[in-house]
């Protein structure tokens, strides 16, 4: 991370606190939210145990 890179982010969570906004909360949120709308992979068909005779 460059220092201009670490001078921004700490002026992006400066105006966020400056808003009364919680810059990890909104982070959690993001993630939260990016986890929910993931694809989720599809279940098989059928399992091994009823494939067996």
């Given at each position: ?31 939260k ?21």
């Amino acid at each position: 991370v460059s220092l201009a890179d670490a001078r921004q982010r700490r002026d992006e969570v400066k105006r966020l606190l400056d808003q009364g906004i919680d810059p990890n909360a909104k982070n959690r949120l993001m993630k939260k939210s990016f986890r929910k709308s993931a694809i989720k992979p599809a279940r098989p068909v059928s399992s091994p145990k009823a494939d067996a005779p």
